[in-house]
């Protein structure tokens, strides 16, 4: 034969059913969240790689700039070339280059 469910015994299962439907609710929006961060995170990495790669690249380039004007020969042929200096009995003739 079949048992009734009284009123206060489907009450207190409705009750126990909101608060597990509550709680899961809120561990799924949590894991959500959490893997909207992770997500954010990685595309940060990404992100950061690329500029520690720019910059040693960068270091790389100043290193040898430093080492080249250690040297007195390529200091002077640098100053020549680009501030226009000249030796005595010199002459300076400006080719426009690509950029212009």
Known sequence: ????????????????S????LLVGVIVSSVFKDMCQVLKNKN???LLTD??????????????????????EYVARYAREKFM????NEVIIKLPSAKE
């Open 1 to 16: 034969m079949k048992k009734r469910i009284t009123k206060k015994t489907r009450r207190r299962l409705t009750f126990l």
């Open 18 to 21: 909101s608060i597990i439907l």
């Open 44 to 46: 940060e990495i990404v």
């Open 51 to 72: 500029r520690y790669n720019s910059l040693l690249h960068e270091e790389e380039s100043l290193q040898s700039e430093i080492t080249k004007l250690q040297d007195s």
């Open 85 to 88: 200096y000249s030796l005595p």
